[in-house]
């Protein structure tokens, strides 16, 4: 029995996410730009070691790619696909049509006033054409539109809705069109948080159908995943995956990860800012962070637990996932620490501050067997 014990842990020692995951669906993990070039390199070589895909966190970003009417800047761009490519990663391009990170100039005029139908419709269509025909040849597949369906499955009133008279669908036909167009070598997928919420999960699915009727291709829908410990509940996240499969597209976990401290009142999940001063009086700090000095052990323990039951879900549900990316390598890289309430403490990752391994990380290893 013993003997049997030290060979599982050393066979678990040995293995590694990618390996053991090989026949299930593609393990990724989101880069920062310090990794993608080099200057992060515990965590690079972690990732290399672990993963088979990568998301570029910001770098694809409009904001990054495009931050002046006259300014193109494909440094950082670049620098992440050499890092892919080089390293026989699949490499996701993350986002073309967003309301976030996009400069304000995308949508008004240099005086200010709002673009026409038809300027609109030319600053999609150049900026995807740009950046896809820029990246062809290095990126396997792009999040052509990121977050534009609301939590009741209506369009979201976004500065791409309005800027098309909020004719969501308009929007969503012309990215996917145009994206198909500039690199008909790319994979091409719509992205979303909440999309296990029952409506918004419908919105989604008739958004993707909508798309197929007019002919127009989609290849997945990603569920972005930043999830807690004890939401969503597990049979929405199932009922989603679901969902999304039977409309005969891909599905993927596009941005895992799981938050550990307290929500706020108003149940900041993603999607709202923070701006409330109330949250900045000590009580409130001290409730809202309570572990600046490291995690209790009982609190690793849900940790541990939470990971393996949502990675149990996806691997019994493998026939219908092609990809389980995690939004970050080490906890102290987590966009988790700054939202929804900045400056905090987060353990949302698989990987300490350190890059120690959890023990989440370990019980991962043991399920596909
Ligand atoms: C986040 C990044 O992790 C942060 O570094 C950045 O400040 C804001 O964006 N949904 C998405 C991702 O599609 O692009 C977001 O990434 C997280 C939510």
New binding site residues.
């Given amino acids: 029995m013993a003997g049997i014990l030290v060979s599982l842990t050393f066979c678990h020692a040995q293995k590694t996410l990618k390996d053991a995951y090989a026949d299930a669906f593609r393990m990724g993990c989101a880069v920062n730009s310090q990794i993608a070039a080099g200057r992060d390199g515990r965590s690079s070589d972690l990732i290399l070691k672990q993963f088979n895909a990568v998301s570029p966190?910001?770098d694809l970003k409009p904001e990054v790619i495009h931050p002046r009417p006259d300014t193109w800047n494909f440094r950082a761009g670049d620098q992440y696909v050499n890092y892919a490519k080089n390293n026989g990663l699949w490499a996701l391009g993350?986002?073309l049509v967003w309301h976030n990170?996009t400069p304000s100039f995308f949508f008004n005029r240099s005086d200010g006033t709002p673009k026409s139908h038809d300027e609109m419709v030319e600053t999609m269509h150049s900026y995807i054409d740009t950046v896809m025909k820029h990246f062809a040849g290095k990126i396997d597949a792009w999040d052509v539109v990121?977050?534009i369906i609301d939590n009741d499955g209506s369009y979201r009133k976004t500065l791409w809705t309005n800027a098309f008279d909020g004719d969501g669908d308009e929007v969503v036909r012309l990215a996917f069109k145009f994206a198909q167009e500039s690199d008909p070598g790319a994979e091409l997928y719509y992205?979303d948080?909440n999309a296990w919420r029952p409506e918004k999960r419908d919105g989604i699915a008739r958004m993707v159908r909508m798309l197929q009727k007019n002919g127009i291709r989609i290849d997945g829908v990603g569920i972005?995943a930043?999830w807690g410990l004890n939401y969503p509940k597990n049979e929405y996240i199932t009922a989603a995956i679901d969902t999304f499969a039977s409309l005969g597209v891909k599905v993927m976990i596009t941005?895992l990860d799981v938050d550990v401290l307290p929500l706020t009142r108003e149940g900041q999940i993603?999607g709202q800012t923070m701006s409330d001063p109330q949250f900045q009086l000590e009580e409130f700090k001290t409730y809202l962070d309570p572990y600046r000095d490291g995690l209790p052990d009982d609190v690793q323990a849900q940790v541990t637990t939470r990971w393996k039951e949502l990675m149990q879900l996806f691997y019994n549900r493998r026939d219908r996932i092609d990809r389980v990316t995690i939004?970050g390598l080490h906890d102290g890289m987590s966009?988790k620490n700054d939202y929804p309430i900045p400056h905090r403490i987060n353990y949302p990752l698989l990987y300490n501050r350190d890059r120690t391994p959890k023990p989440a990380f370990e019980a991962l290893l043991a399920i596909p067997e």
């Fill in positions: 966190e910001n993350h986002t990170q990121n977050e992205n948080f972005q930043h941005e993603i939004w966009w």
